[in-house]
């Protein structure tokens, strides 16, 4: 453990990133946390400094996928407040 150290702000920033976006997942809040934490606690026991940057990249590039889910999700709903059917169509 104490070579990830330096890393172990970064996994709990990562995870509280993740956290926070998860309270607009689609299948719930809970169901999120309770992914996300069995993630977490699955790769606990990691130390190699290489492996929990990996790790790290993986979470970053879920945090991407998900912004960019809710993003898509906004897009969507705004786009049919302002369009009716027809007028996607001309």
Same mark, same amino acid.
């Given at each position: &453990?104490? &070579? /990830?150290?330096? *890393? =172990?702000?970064?996994? *709990?920033?990562?995870?509280?990133?993740?956290? !926070?976006?998860? #309270?607009? @997942?689609?299948?719930?809040? /809970?169901? %999120? #946390? /309770?992914? *996300?934490?069995?993630? %977490?606690?699955?790769? =606990?026991?990691?130390?190699?400094?290489?492996?929990?940057?990996?790790?790290?990249?993986?979470?970053? %590039?879920?945090?991407?996928?998900?912004?960019?889910? @809710? %993003?898509? #999700?906004? !897009? #969507? /709903? &705004?786009?049919?407040? !302002? @369009?009716?059917?027809?007028?996607?169509?001309?």
């Amino acid at each position: &453990m104490n &070579m /990830a150290n330096p *890393l =172990r702000g970064e996994v *709990l920033t990562l995870y509280k990133n993740l956290l !926070y976006l998860g #309270r607009d @997942y689609p299948k719930g809040a /809970a169901y %999120f #946390r /309770a992914r *996300l934490k069995a993630a %977490f606690l699955k790769n =606990r026991d990691v130390s190699d400094p290489e492996k929990i940057k990996a790790l790290i990249a993986r979470g970053e %590039f879920v945090t991407k996928e998900l912004e960019a889910l @809710y %993003f898509l #999700r906004k !897009y #969507r /709903a &705004m786009k049919q407040r !302002y @369009y009716t059917e027809e007028d996607g169509k001309k």
